[in-house]
């Protein structure tokens, strides 16, 4: 079985559809892994969550900002913005199935090999501490309390780990790690100020993935989340939000062994050296 991990879609269906045409996706014999972020900001998020939905155990997703977002506007804990194009999903038939399937997806995934989130892992967790803070957040979302957590979500507090943490604030700052976190000092503590590239931060943060002394350094992390990082592998990580919401690239990496990088641009044109 072929493992393909892709990139953040944000509604961007077509694109998608392209990529798994270059890369011979088989439903049969392959299983997709998607990074998060499935909708909003594309024309098409309501199909793509339609999508994989039907994909069933050929498709694995972990839920990203976008997609935390989509539900809290949902149940009418959060405004919409003007940016986003939810409004399909919101007035379509299936939205309440599809909305439900959408909360019970995961924060983290893991295979013997590879892990997968949406945005990173805080310093101070190993691969024990990031399988039970992901399973304590998701029995929250998937339990029958989830609105509770929907009213508080929002918010850049808790910002570091501390083993101290109780109730609907440390729920709130797992959150926050898998599904927002690109940049943190020295200590772990996150920063959601800035999002650009690497070089534009002050001198005292640094990308998630190279704080000295990461206790998940020993693991093969896949994530997205972050378009102006682009196309990364080093630490162990890799990288595969590319931009394709902002006429970038949408990519997939074969998972195994090597990782072969596929990319497409936005007219479906396969990239030159996409495969590594």
């Not at 007035?91 to 909305?99: I, W």
């Not at 599904?179 to 001198?203: E, I, W």
């Amino acid at each position: 079985m072929a493992i393909y991990a892709i990139g953040d879609i944000q509604g961007c269906f077509d694109d998608l559809l392209r990529l798994l045409d270059v890369i011979k996706f088989s439903e049969q014999s392959d299983q997709l892994w998607f990074a998060g972020d499935l909708v909003n900001r594309g024309p098409k998020s309501l199909e793509t969550l339609r999508f994989v939905k039907a994909l069933g155990k050929s498709a694995v997703t972990v839920l990203g900002n976008h997609d935390l977002h989509l539900l809290a506007s949902a149940y009418k804990q959060r405004q919409p913005r003007k940016k986003d194009s939810l409004s399909q999903v919101l007035q379509s038939p299936d939205c309440d199935e599809l909305l439900h399937w959408l909360r019970h997806q995961r924060l983290f995934h893991f295979n013997d090999d590879y892990c997968l989130v949406h945005a990173g892992l805080p310093p101070q967790w190993n691969f024990s501490k990031t399988k039970k803070m992901a399973l304590k957040a998701e029995k929250v979302l998937q339990g029958a309390n989830y609105m509770e957590f929907f009213k508080a979500m929002y918010g850049d507090k808790p910002d570091v780990w501390s083993p101290e943490l109780t109730g609907l604030n440390k729920i709130r700052f797992i959150v926050n790690c898998f599904t927002r976190m690109r940049y943190c000092d020295g200590a772990g503590r996150l920063d959601f100020k800035h999002n650009g590239a690497v070089g534009s931060q002050p001198d005292h943060l640094m990308p998630w993935f190279t704080v000295p002394g990461r206790q998940s350094s020993d693991l093969k992390i896949v994530f997205g989340h972050w378009s102006t990082l682009g196309y990364y592998q080093g630490h162990n990580c890799y990288a595969i939000d590319t931009g394709c919401l902002w006429g970038g690239q949408l990519t997939a990496i074969k998972l195994g062994k090597k990782v072969k990088r596929i990319s497409i641009d936005c007219a479906g044109n396969l990239k030159p050296k996409s495969y590594r």
